[in-house]
């Protein structure tokens, strides 16, 4: 049992940036993947980043890539998704999630936190 607890939307500007953050807690977390996905109105959640929770491997999306970079602290069970030069279409609510491995499920998420970008 996993619970996650994401933070740190809000409305920016197109060009300027936002970090958010996910706080795990509950249970055992070294082990366990984590990620960053979006879900904008009328569309499909799609994958943003992911983050190996013990080793740092990363994973950025295309659509993000140079833009957005995932990040951890283990010591604080939490992982970050630093966005820069956010655009329009960056506007979705942001959920964090984790999951046992690489090919596990996504068996945990977070409530989710508003990104609005402005025009």
């Known amino acids: 049992q996993v619970q996650l607890e994401a933070s740190g939307g809000g409305l920016v500007q197109a060009g300027g940036s936002l970090r958010l953050s996910c706080l795990a807690s509950?249970?055992?977390?070294?082990?366990?993947?984590m990620g960053w996905f979006r879900q904008a109105p009328g569309k499909e959640r799609e994958v943003v980043a992911v983050i190996s929770w013990s080793g740092g491997s990363t994973f950025h999306a295309d659509s993000v890539k140079g833009r957005f970079t995932i990040s951890r602290d283990n010591a604080k069970n939490t992982v970050y998704l630093q966005m820069n030069s956010l655009k329009f279409e960056d506007t979705a609510v942001y959920y964090c999630?984790?999951?046992?491995?690489?090919?596990?499920?996504?068996?945990?998420w977070g409530q989710g936190t508003q990104v609005t970008v402005s025009s």
């Open positions: 509950g249970r055992t977390f070294s082990s366990y993947y």
């Open positions: 999630a984790a999951k046992a491995s690489a090919t596990q499920s996504w068996d945990y």
